[in-house]
T-cell receptor, first 114, second 113 residues
Framework: TQLLEQSPQFLSIQEGENLTVYCNSS?????LQWYRQEPGEGPVLLVT?????EVKKLKRLTFQFGDARKDSSLHITAAQTGDTGLYLC??????????????FGKGTKLSVIP | KAGVTQTPRYLIKTRGQQVTLSCSPI?????VSWYQQTPGQGLQFLFE???????NKGNFPGRFSGRQFSNSRSEMNVSTLELGDSALYLC????????????FGPGTRLTVL
């Protein structure tokens, strides 16, 4: 069974601060996705990384996939109140039966205080 | 283009009852996946349907079942409800392949009393 550990579970910061969220596993994934979920809504895809060592930037968000494709990080620069939400990482891979499946971490709940 | 819709949005049931949840995918999407989200376990994969056939299944008991219709709409059913089934049930649709981007609906919040 593939597991993804996210840290920290909870994060409360002041507007303007920087933060990093981590997603770690002992398993290798073919891709790694990051989602943001707001209360009362489903997760929304932010980015997909597929190559070991890959770095992607989305405005103030920087995503990195580990060289061994087992871990990833999300860095937010100058956080804003609109960044508040639950951040989920999800690893994509094939099960023993040959079916592709997403395995989600439990999430990091981010609160940005004005 | 309309997003994924799920009905009902909220549901309260008692132990032992059964429940059916509905999901309408984005127009043109043929794959529908279901997930259970709880604070303790996070998002867990239930099953995936494509062309009216179950293509993939997670590690949930047989009380959890689903189906997909010819128009790609999907339903999931939970029989003999238990307190631990209280959760947010999310549906996600994708174009064809499991590896395609999944678009999530807002979920159905099920409370079992």
């Amino acid at each position: 069974t593939q597991l993804l550990e996210q840290s920290p579970q909870f994060l409360s910061i002041q507007e303007g601060e920087n933060l990093t969220v981590y997603c770690n596993s002992s398993s290798v994934f073919s891709s790694l996705q990051w989602y943001r979920q707001e209360p009362g809504e489903g997760p929304v895809l932010l980015v997909t990384v597929v190559t070991g060592g890959e770095v992607k930037k989305l405005k103030r968000l920087t995503f990195q996939f580990g060289d061994a494709r087992k871990d990833s990080s999300l860095h937010i620069t100058a956080a804003q109140t609109g960044d508040t939400g639950l951040y989920l990482c999800a690893g994509g891979g094939y099960s023993g039966a040959g079916s592709y499946q997403l395995t989600f971490g439990k999430g990091t709940k981010l609160s940005v205080i004005p | 283009k309309a997003g994924v819709t799920q009905t009902p949005r909220y549901l309260i049931k008692t132990r032992g009852q059964q429940v059916t949840l509905s999901c309408s995918p984005i127009s043109g999407h043929r794959s529908v996946s279901w997930y259970q989200q709880t604070p303790g376990q996070g998002l867990q994969f239930l099953f995936e349907y494509f062309s009216e056939t179950q293509r993939n299944k997670g590690n949930f008991p047989g009380r959890f079942s689903g189906r997909q219709f010819s128009n790609s709409r999907s339903e999931m059913n939970v029989s003999t409800l238990e307190l631990g089934d209280s959760a947010l049930y999310l549906c996600a649709s994708s174009l064809v392949e499991s590896t395609d981007t999944q678009y999530f609906g807002p979920g159905t919040r099920l409370t079992v009393l």
